[in-house]
T-cell receptor, first 114, second 112 residues
């Protein structure tokens, strides 16, 4: 079990640029989640995949955000035309189906939009 | 999912038990209580969860009141590494919303 891996750890981009983050979940976990966390707040849910299907999206996920999970393995989160308000920590989590399985989170990607 | 209320911050002396309270007065019968913690610059870490019985694992104990309207997370011998933000979350287990609602949590500082 190598845990949930997220890349890059840090990203600085200019306003208006596109960015893409990658998440590699634990291999046997079929569920994958993206969260966003701003300073002083708890993580907020963005979207969720079961295998390759994106089953739920938060209102926070504007049209500039898109997430994919091809083949039900790794996932990418893309933000187009970044804004300063997008600056945050983006967290990925995975888990197995079932109430007795907790979420395993990655260490996150910290995005700074300048 | 029911919302929770936690104190904003707490201190605990190293080696003593840390007791972190959580109120969830609107919890439904099929909602579980989960605890996660987040150490600075890391992702949240699962600690423990329960439905109505008290639970214990290698990290902590979870005490849930009989009416299930509140719970307490107990770290029996707090160390400096337990300094973190602790989140109490209630959610339906298998069939409800699949996301976790974190709130702002309790910032626990373990003092040497």
């Amino acid at each position: 079990d190598t845990g949930v891996s997220q890349n890059p750890r840090h990203k600085i981009t200019k306003r208006g640029q596109n960015v893409t983050f990658r998440c590699d979940p634990i291999s046997e976990h079929n569920r994958l989640y993206w969260y966003r966390q701003t300073l002083g707040q708890g993580p907020e849910f963005l979207t969720y995949f079961q295998n390759e299907a994106q089953l739920e999206k938060s209102r926070l996920l504007s049209d500039r955000f898109s997430a994919e999970r091809p083949k039900g393995s790794f996932s990418t989160l893309e933000i187009q035309r970044t804004e300063q308000g997008d600056s945050a920590m983006y967290l990925c989590a995975s888990r197995r189906t079932g109430v007795n399985y907790g979420y395993t989170f990655g260490s996150g990607t910290r995005l700074t939009v300048v | 999912d029911a919302k929770t209320t936690q104190p904003t911050s707490m201190d605990c002396a190293e080696g003593r038990a840390a007791n972190l309270p959580c109120n969830h007065s609107t919890i439904s019968g099929n909602e579980y209580v989960y605890w996660y913690r987040q150490i600075h610059s890391q992702g949240p870490q699962y600690i423990i969860h329960g439905l109505k019985n008290n639970e214990t694992n290698e990290m902590a104990s979870l005490i849930i009141t009989e009416d299930r309207k509140s719970s307490t997370l107990i770290l029996p011998h707090a160390t400096l590494r337990d300094t973190a933000v602790y989140y109490c979350i209630v959610r339906v287990g298998q069939t409800g919303a699949n996301n976790l609602f974190f709130g702002t949590g309790t910032r626990l500082t373990v003092i040497p």
